[in-house]
């Protein structure tokens, strides 16, 4: 079984501050992995994604991947209350597959 | 036109009702998807149609069946739901059925359904 692990939370940051999310996987065929933001009740918004090892950054958004440790990480720099939603970490191996997701709360 | 479109917003059905929930983009995207989601649980896919084939269902009980007019249309018809079938039904297309594809990914809105 395909495992997409993350610490569900909550993760309490202040503003201005970094966060950050963790993603471990455990199937080392995998290839792809993607960050989604997910607001209450509505449907996952895709913020980044990384093919290779290393850092990939997107404005505040950093996401680093190694592929050795099965371990790939989301950084929000500059949180903003408006970055307060659960985040899923998905990994593609012939199917994209969604971790449980980490809430991430940015107090004012 | 970057938009999965989903209908309805929500739906509230019996257990002996017979339902459809729609799906629609017009992004020229190959691969089209159901997932079902709980409250504060993930995303679990249910079915993917790659150029219109049927190509995963995910073990999906024969009360979910989905179907696949054409490129741009994707149904999943109900019939005969639990009440532990009460989810979040989300739409996803992609390019295609592969990694790359998924960098141009959208999801709809949803379905909220509450079975009865």
């Known amino acids: 079984q395909k495992e997409v692990e993350q610490n569900s939370g909550p993760l309490s940051v202040p503003e201005g501050a970094i966060a950050s999310l963790n993603c471990t996987y455990s199937?080392?065929?995998?290839?792809?992995f993607f960050w989604y933001r997910q607001y209450s009740g509505k449907s996952p918004e895709l913020i980044m994604f990384?093919?290779?090892?290393g850092d990939k950054e997107d404005g505040r958004f950093t996401a680093q991947l190694n592929k050795a440790s099965q371990y790939v990480s989301l950084l929000i720099r500059d949180s903003q209350p408006s970055d307060s939603a659960t985040y899923l970490c998905?990994?593609?191996?012939?199917?994209?597959?969604f971790g449980a997701g980490t809430r991430l709360t940015v107090k004012p | 036109d970057t938009e999965v479109t989903q209908t309805p917003k929500h739906l509230v059905m019996g257990m002996t009702n017979k339902k459809s929930l729609k799906c629609e983009q017009h992004?020229?995207?190959?691969?089209m998807y159901w997932y079902k989601q709980k409250a504060k649980k993930p995303p679990e896919l249910m079915f993917v149609?790659?150029?219109?084939?049927?190509?995963i269902n995910e073990s999906v009980p024969s009360r979910f069946s989905p179907e696949c007019p054409n490129s741009s249309l994707l149904n999943l018809h109900l019939h005969a739901l639990q009440p532990e079938d009460s989810a979040l039904y989300l739409c996803?297309?992609?390019?295609?059925?592969?990694?790359?594809?998924?960098?141009?990914?959208?999801f709809g809105q949803g379905t909220r359904l509450t079975v009865v």
């Open positions: 149609y790659s150029y219109e084939k049927l190509s």
């Open positions: 998905a990994v593609w191996d012939n199917d994209m597959r």
């Open positions: 992004m020229g995207h190959r691969a």
């Open positions: 990384i093919y290779s090892n």
């Open positions: 996803a297309s992609s390019q295609d059925w592969a990694s790359r594809g998924w960098a141009e990914a959208f």
């Open positions: 199937d080392r065929g995998s290839q792809s």
